[in-house]
């Protein structure tokens, strides 16, 4: 039987990413207050888990959006940069048990992709970091696709992979990037998503080492509803 090409988000869903996330943002927002381009207020983490997953543009609409276009552009290169220097410098961590998820999926003989809101210096880095060409065969960034969202790039990537898709994630870009391609969706409640977000999933993980036994119960649905 076919296998289906998992296409995977990558944070909240393998990158536990609000690790390094959230030291770069405190820094930059330490930045903002002190060149008088906002004023100090208390951010929670779990605000700021809610803007991961989010490409640097939406988050930064969501947050200040009155804030002047350049300064939104300077403000997501310095998160940006300070998050790749922490994985270059090995901060960075997946979920525990993520390797080896992956690792049996593989062996199983099923094709797996990234999709993920996030720059080209931030992909580069995490793929580098993490050896991740012995599980994924590519890693669709959205910056390489004008920041579009991704329910446009999942059209890429299909002109890249054959359907059947299982798409994974944490956010409801990553449902609507699976209603976009037609495909099943399963999502991560472990993830960043807030409450509803995952509303309409076909499966739901509490946990990363779960995927693979949902993943097969979702490729056997798919099997049996074919015959």
Partial sequence: MEKPVLVFDYDGT??????????????CYAWLVEEGYTKEQQISRERIAGWLGMNSRDMWNTFLPRLPERVKE????????????????HQARWYPGA????DQLKAEGYPMVILSNCKIA???????EFAMEQWFSAFFDCESFGFRPKTEIIREVQKEFALPFIVIGDRRSDLDCALACKSPFIGCRYGFG????????????????????LIHRQSSARAAHRQ
């Fill in 14 to 27: 393998i990158h536990n990413t609000i690790l390094i996330y959230e030291k770069a943002f405190r820094r």
């Fill in 194 to 213: 807030e409450e509803g977000e995952l509303e309409g999933a076909d499966l739901i993980a509490d946990s990363v080492t779960e995927l693979p036994e």
């Fill in 74 to 89: 300077a403000a997501g290169a310095r998160i940006g940069r300070a998050m790749v220097e922490q994985i270059r410098g």
């Fill in 99 to 102: 390797e080896e998820m992956l």
């Fill in 122 to 128: 931030y992909r580069q880095a995490n793929w580098l």
